[in-house]
């Protein structure tokens, strides 16, 4: 099914099996049961469903321990794997490209949420063809707990309440609101939120106040988003350089940073253009680094 990269593993393996040579059992082919959930798209492909994991391969042998777990996902071919640190890359043959929207997203939320449940990993990503997997033009990125909702089955959509910074009346400051929405369970919250930042403000949920401002140059599209080690990087495309002229360009920023960092998984955020670090955003110098939250900018008075 997939070729193994050993190399990754060995010193691994090797301490183990000199440290432990003394007092191995004998019986190395113990199963472990109850431990690790398989998951699976359910007969109708409307949702996820789980099983016990039941091997007879040890967990101490970690490469031997991942094949048995993928090899439960007959459909779907992995070519080669690695695991470095605490995320695990998948690559995967281009018949992945043939399974398209809930079935897709089903299938990879399935793998995510079984490899997940390994010690020390965090994330996980799809190759295929040795390229980032991309989809509707956008590379998936890399994967955590986060990344699925567990209402996939209940018609692809969901409330709940979010945070937002838009711009004040004079386009100066920052304006915090708290609003309910309904969102597409299959796409990033952080996209989500960044999407509402482009629209104007009495559209957003319940809100009613229409001297907000919109933050997001017109005509601005996401390429990537994606959140690691509690840095949250967007790629936008070339038409966010070209700035709105009735907001500065630090309240610009700034109502997406504080706006993302509202997620419980996001300190900071990292921006790039068409998939470059641009190192000035008009009068924003250091564009090119990655922001923390700033409320200085937050007007005492809004209201969420």
Same mark, same amino acid.
């Given at each position: ?12 393996? #090797? ?25 699976? %798209? ?5 949702? #996820? ?14 490469? &031997? ?6 090899? *439960?996902?007959?459909?779907? =071919? ?10 695990? $890359? ?13 079935? *897709? ?16 990993? *965090? ?6 063809? !040795? ?8 590379? +998936? ?36 609101? $708290? ?6 369970? $299959? ?7 960044? &999407?509402?930042?482009?629209? !104007?403000?009495?559209?957003?949920? %319940? ?18 988003? %994606? ?7 967007? =790629?936008?495309?070339? *038409? ?7 907001? $500065?360009? &630090? +309240?610009?920023?700034? %109502? ?22 641009v190192k000035q955003y ?13 409320l200085n900018l937050v ?6």
């Amino acid at each position: 099914m997939m070729k193994r990269k050993y190399w990754l593993f060995a010193f691994l393996i #090797l301490a183990i099996g000199v440290g432990c040579l003394a007092c191995k059992n004998t019986d190395s082919n113990e199963t472990e049961e109850g431990e690790i959930q398989i998951y699976q %798209s359910n007969p109708e492909g409307t949702a #996820l469903e789980s099983y016990p994991f039941q091997t007879k391969v040890s967990k101490i042998d970690r490469v &031997e321990y991942i094949d048995a777990m993928l090899e *439960e996902f007959k459909n779907l =071919d992995v070519i080669d794997y690695q695991l470095v640190e605490n995320q695990i $890359t998948l690559h995967l043959s281009s018949t992945y490209l043939n399974y398209k929207g809930i079935d *897709e997203i089903l299938l990879r939320a399935s793998v995510v949420k079984t490899l997940l449940q390994l010690e020390d990993v *965090e994330y996980v990503e799809f190759y295929v063809d !040795d390229a980032p997997l991309t989809m509707d033009g956008k590379v +998936v990125g890399v994967m955590s707990e986060l990344s699925f909702m567990d209402q996939l089955g209940q018609g692809g959509h969901k409330n709940r309440y979010v945070t937002l910074y838009y711009a004040g009346e004079k386009g100066d400051t920052l304006e915090e609101v $708290t609003t309910e929405i309904s969102f597409d369970t $299959t796409k990033p919250m952080e996209e989500i939120l960044i &999407e509402k930042l482009g629209k !104007d403000a009495e559209k957003i949920g %319940s809100l009613q106040d229409s001297t907000y401002l919109n933050t997001i140059p017109v005509g601005t599209k996401v390429n990537s988003v %994606s959140t690691r080690d509690n840095t949250c990087y967007v =790629d936008f495309s070339e *038409e966010f350089l070209g700035r709105k002229s009735d907001v $500065t360009n &630090e +309240v610009t920023i700034y %109502s997406i940073v504080n706006t993302l960092c509202e997620l419980s998984d996001i300190n900071k955020v990292q921006f790039t253009v068409g998939g470059h670090l641009v190192k000035q955003y008009g009068t924003v110098e250091r564009f090119d680094q990655a922001f923390e939250r700033n409320l200085n900018l937050v007007d005492v008075t809004s209201k969420g």
